[in-house]
């Protein structure tokens, strides 16, 4: 909970730990990995929240609220991104909407951060943003890794946020059809390890011009594969790191 190797924030912060699957981009989600792998190392927060099936590590469907890290955003002094809940969803059905409350408490009281909260689930998020105050500091996004889940887009919209944005990673089918109206960022990566599914670059392509049409910040993470390091971040010869501007 502080420091990250992703690409697109600064630090994470986990609230909440533990998630269930729920369409094709969550196959090989790399939270399951590190959750098995903490428990492993015996870490409390994360036992029996993953379970084996096959040669995979899977979700359990159990959630835990981690009361302790609820402040730990109030000892960073220095303005950080702050991606909410990589090890979770904010918005998973089993998270109680107090809890949800308190999240956004502290969020209000730390206004030198910005924070990302990302979820699949963003018909729950607009249910709940109808009681939860709209902070300039707190960007919104859902994740949409094909055209089977695009309805998440048009569910985003109807949350109010000064900055709404999608993941489209793991990027594993055309998403010729998103409507990007309204939406303020997109963050484009293909799936890494060792189950990973190819990106086509034509794909990216069609969000790259989806962006340019809809004046939306486009951000390029990764190629992906089993080596992401190898495969690098580099698109059309350049590295994308465009993030939104802010609108109040």
Known sequence: MADTSIEWTDATWNPVAGCSIMSAGCTNCYAMRMAARLEAMGTEKYRGLTRRSGKRTVWTGKIR??????????????????????????????VPTSFVQRVWDVMEQTPRHTYQILTKRPDRMAEAARSLKLLPNVWLGT????????????????????????????????????????????????????????????WVDEIKRMCRRSKVAFFFKQWGGKNKKRAGRSYKGRTWNELPELRI
């Open 65 to 94: 609220l981690d009361e302790k890290a609820l402040d730990i955003p109030k000892s960073w002094s220095k303005p950080r991104l702050v991606f909410v809940n990589s090890m979770s969803d904010l918005f998973h059905e089993k």
């Open 143 to 202: 994740s949409v890794e094909g055209p089977d889940v695009l309805h998440r887009i048009d569910e985003l919209r109807a949350v109010p946020a000064v900055i709404r944005f999608i993941s489209f990673e793991p990027l594993i089918g055309s998403v010729a059809g998103a409507d990007l109206s309204e939406i303020h960022w997109a963050i484009v990566g293909g799936e890494s390890g060792p189950r990973s599914r190819p990106m086509m670059e034509e």
